[in-house]
DNA sequence: CAGCATCCAGGCTGATACTG
DNA sequence: CAGTATCAGCCTGGATGCTG
């Protein structure tokens, strides 16, 4: 039991549940407001690929505007997740890449990945039966 | 190096980015759209302790507002994360705990809190340092 | 106790137009 | 190319009052 690595992770949460009763001033909350927003995960999915330019950016996240894209790529930067390079040439370019931390970041987000595609099905399944329940 | 489960899940990451090209109507979105709220993952480390009360959980997260919480109990409910069980008491009670599909969330969100906790000091530097520069 | 209905302010977000 | 600026709609989320 003490060897399977989820249930280690899960007795971890336990432990850390009780630093805080109130479920409040926590780390998980004043970083996951962050990151939990509708594109920063995609954001950090994309640079795991590689480094990418801001036009890149746009164009593989299809569906995000530029306002967002720029103003999300901030806050990232702002928390230290990824960093920000601007070439000077002409016209300018600007490479964006996760630093060491916002790497850091690819080993829970992965897991959280894996479980969102393994589950999807269920997911929907659950919604379509509560709708039909309401 | 292929025996680090860490690494194994970002190799993960990387084959199921070659299937969302536009990073478009991919799980993750699906559903984390739904959990990466304010409050879903609170309630959901609530749960894991033990099954609450709705009033329960009110008093332990204690700054989510009574509207917040019947929602988001409701739409967790829709996602078959979480059971909902009326005892026909007077007064009546209602119990909230994590269905299967709930439990096995427990896994990747441990990672993800354990990664907030660990990090929370670095991003915190970061953020200070990217207000001096700015 | 556990919730619903209503009202309302504020922030998030996208569309559009403009700049170095 | 890589942004900034402005505007307007929508939705989140809180406050309040009421019900079974």
Redesign the interface.
């Known amino acids: 039991m003490s060897g399977d690595?989820?249930t280690h992770?899960?007795h971890?949460?336990?432990r850390?549940?009780q630093r805080y009763?109130?479920?409040?001033n926590c780390?998980?909350?004043?970083?996951?407001?962050q990151?939990?927003?509708?594109w920063s995960?995609?954001i950090i999915?994309?640079l795991?690929?590689k480094p990418h330019r801001f036009g890149e950016l746009k164009r593989?996240?299809?569906?995000i505007s530029q306002r967002m894209l720029t103003q999300t790529l901030r806050d990232l930067?702002?928390?230290?997740?990824i960093e920000r390079e601007v070439f000077p040439t002409t016209p300018p370019s600007v490479e964006y890449r996760l630093s060491p931390?916002g790497k850091?970041?690819?080993?829970?987000?992965?897991?959280?990945?894996?479980?969102?595609?393994e589950?999807?099905g269920?997911?929907?399944?659950?919604?379509e039966?509560?709708?039909k329940a309401a």
């Not at 850091?104 to 595609?117: G, H, K, N």
């Open positions: 690595p989820a992770l899960v971890g949460l336990q850390w549940r009763p109130a479920l409040q780390a998980v909350r004043d970083v996951l407001d990151l939990a927003d509708k995960v995609l999915i994309a795991a690929a593989e996240i299809v569906d930067q702002a928390d230290g997740l931390l850091s970041f690819l080993a829970p987000l992965s897991a959280l990945v894996a479980w969102t595609e589950n999807h269920a997911i929907r399944e659950a919604r039966e509560f709708g």
